[in-house]
């Protein structure tokens, strides 16, 4: 199978089958918390894209060619901890500086970045399936890619629920929110199995 194939079907395979929020339970705060319309699920899927893929062509050079060789490998979660920290800050000052007006509309999703345990774990599953740095990156951009369609799909069906939908007065609020993303969740089972 050549590269080019293995990395698309790296890509389709985090969009569905390994899809963080809905798979691997990856990044609920956020997916739960920011899923509350398309505009701010579009921000944020946009930003966890971008710093996912950005975070990856960082972290993975830096295990393989400086952890690994020095012997520090156990650092691994700090370090990347800390990378992810401050890539997040300088990508927020770049365009607070350069690009002010996407940063007032991006503004609040930048920080909720940095703790999104999502971004973390693609770093960490990378160098746990030894993947090489290109499948690495397609692998966080598919990641990306699927947080980002998981919460469109999660903002979608919430505001549907609002509008259109009587909702029993003990399901409004969390109660509700939960029970979409189980049934999302089950419905992103069914994916199992098409790809590795």
């Given at each position: 199978m050549s590269t080019l194939s293995k990395m698309v079907i790296i890509i389709i395979g985090m969009i569905t089958v390994n899809n963080y929020p809905?798979?691997?339970?990856?990044?609920?705060?956020?997916f739960l918390g920011v899923s509350t319309d398309l505009n701010s699920a579009t921000g944020m899927g946009v930003a966890v894209t971008f710093v996912m893929?950005?975070?990856?062509?960082?972290?993975?050079?830096?295990?393989?060619?400086?952890?690994?060789?020095?012997?520090?490998?156990?650092?691994?979660?700090?370090?990347?901890?800390?990378?992810?920290?401050a890539l997040v800050q300088f990508i927020e000052m770049f365009m607070k500086k350069n690009m002010p007006a996407l940063y007032k509309s991006m503004g609040i999703y930048l920080p909720l970045i940095t703790t999104n345990c999502a971004v973390l774990g693609v770093c960490i599953s990378n160098l746990d399936k030894e993947y090489n740095f290109f499948e690495s990156v397609a692998q966080a951009f598919g990641g990306g890619l699927g947080f980002w369609f998981a919460l469109c799909i999660m903002a979608g069906v919430r505001s549907k629920l609002v509008d259109q939908s009587r909702i029993p007065k003990s399901f409004h609020g969390v109660p509700i929110v939960l029970t979409t993303a189980s049934i999302l969740s089950l419905a992103f089972l069914g994916f199992s199995g098409m790809f590795s």
């Open positions: 809905l798979s691997q339970f990856l990044g609920i705060c956020p893929t950005l975070a990856t062509i960082v972290t993975w050079p830096l295990q393989i060619f400086v952890l690994d060789k020095l012997g520090i490998g156990y650092l691994q979660t700090v370090a990347f901890i800390l990378i992810i920290a």
